[in-house]
Nanobody, 115 residues
Framework: VQLVESGGGLVQPGGSLRLSCAAS????????MSWYRQAPGKEREFLAA????????HYADSVKGRFTISRDNAKNTVYLQMNSLKPEDTAVYYC?????????WGQGTQVTVSS
C-alpha cells in the first residue's frame, strides 16, 4: 500500500497550491479519502474528506470555502486545491485512506506560506 503526496512548497500569502496524493496497492475507489495537516508542536488536524461513492465532501471550518477536495478514481488520485492561503496554513499535509478498520497514511508534503 502506498500513498504518495506531492505539490507542496513555498507560497506567498493569498496564493494557491494543489496537492495530489497518488494511491496504489488497494482498491482506491472503495476508500474514503481525506487530507490532514500537522503544524510544528500541534496535533494532526482533519481538513477535508471525500466519500468513495457519490463524492460527498466534508470540510473543517478552518478551510471551508478556501480548500476543495476531489478525487479521480480512474487515476487513483485525490487532490486538495488550496486557495487564499494564510501563514497559519503552514504545515505538513497528509493524505489518508480509510475503509472500515483499514487506515493508511502517506508520508506528507510540506506547505509553507510566507512572504
Amino acid at each position: 500500500v502506498q500513498l504518495v503526496e506531492s505539490g507542496g512548497g513555498l507560497v506567498q500569502p493569498g496564493g494557491s497550491l494543489r496537492l495530489s496524493c497518488a494511491a496504489s496497492g488497494f482498491t482506491f475507489r472503495s476508500y474514503v479519502m481525506s487530507w490532514y495537516r500537522q503544524a510544528p508542536g500541534k496535533e494532526r488536524e482533519f481538513l477535508a474528506a471525500i466519500t468513495s461513492i457519490g463524492g460527498i465532501t466534508h470540510y473543517a471550518d478552518s478551510v471551508k470555502g478556501r480548500f476543495t477536495i476531489s478525487r479521480d478514481n480512474a487515476k487513483n488520485t485525490v487532490y486538495l486545491q488550496m486557495n487564499s492561503l494564510k501563514p497559519e496554513d503552514t504545515a505538513v499535509y497528509y493524505c489518508n485512506a480509510k475503509y472500515n478498520a483499514l487506515n493508511y497514511w502517506g508520508q506528507g508534503t510540506q506547505v509553507t506560506v510566507s512572504s
